[in-house]
């Protein structure tokens, strides 16, 4: 997995709690990206960020939020859950920049009661 | 024009078979297109990738064509196998973007 961990790699929660999903790389790579990914809809852009501190939204962005206060960890938090943001989320980083060669992690599974 | 579509949904192939699998795409400023293998409980795996200035690249079984003026690329596993049952998803990317675009997956069961 690119040297890429996820953690929880599971993780039921109810609604209207917070959750944060952590993502670790140890390559050191500028860019790291956070997807979801659902049924039928493939692989969704959520945020990303392209060094410390340096981040933007991507597609599918409302309801969560990212930070990156070291080169190696990247957070999503969802300031509260909702059923919608059950999915599988993963984690990726792209070695060369964007928008080539990106690398995933194991993903988290997280349901939403 | 941001859309990579994807098709099949699902395909069912003999062991030994062809797999083909279509992405079309409509933003003609794409110039990466990767795909990607997904096997149950894992992340996507990038399997191979080409750009715009080849119209084959092949890797051992796997072979993507491209097809400029008609904006569509596909993926042909060769001698499919069992051990190839999985979700593939294209992807495009371009010069300047913020990611790759996916398209929705197509899942691969090959029967021995």
């Known amino acids: 997995d690119a040297g890429i961990t996820q953690s929880p790699r599971h993780k039921v929660t109810e609604t209207g709690t917070p959750v944060t999903l952590r993502c670790h790389q140890t390559e050191n790579h500028r860019y790291m990206y956070w997807y979801r990914q659902d049924p039928g809809h493939g692989l969704r852009l959520i945020h990303y960020s392209y060094g410390v501190k340096d981040t933007d939204k991507g597609e599918v962005s409302d309801g969560y939020s990212v930070s990156r206060s070291k080169t190696e960890d990247f957070l999503l938090t969802l300031e509260s859950a909702t059923s919608s943001q059950t999915s599988v989320y993963f984690c990726?980083?792209?070695?060369?920049?964007?928008?080539?060669?990106?690398?995933f992690g194991p993903g988290t599974r997280l349901t939403v009661t | 024009q941001q859309q990579v579509k994807q098709s099949p949904q699902s395909l069912i192939v003999q062991k030994g078979g062809i797999s083909i699998i279509n992405c079309a795409y409509e933003n003609t400023a794409f110039d990466y297109f990767p795909w990607y293998q997904q096997f149950p409980g894992k992340g996507p795996a990038l399997l191979i990738a080409i750009r715009p200035d080849v119209s084959e690249k092949k890797e051992g079984r796997f072979t993507i064509s491209f097809n400029k003026s008609a904006k569509q690329f596909s993926l042909h596993i060769m001698d499919s196998q069992p051990g190839d049952s999985a979700t593939y998803f294209c992807?495009?990317?371009?010069?300047?973007?913020?990611?790759?675009?996916f398209g929705k997956g197509t899942t691969l069961s090959v029967s021995s």
């Open positions: 990726a980083i792209s070695p060369l920049g964007p928008p080539y060669e990106q690398y």
């Open positions: 992807a495009a990317s371009m010069e300047g973007g913020t990611a790759l675009i």
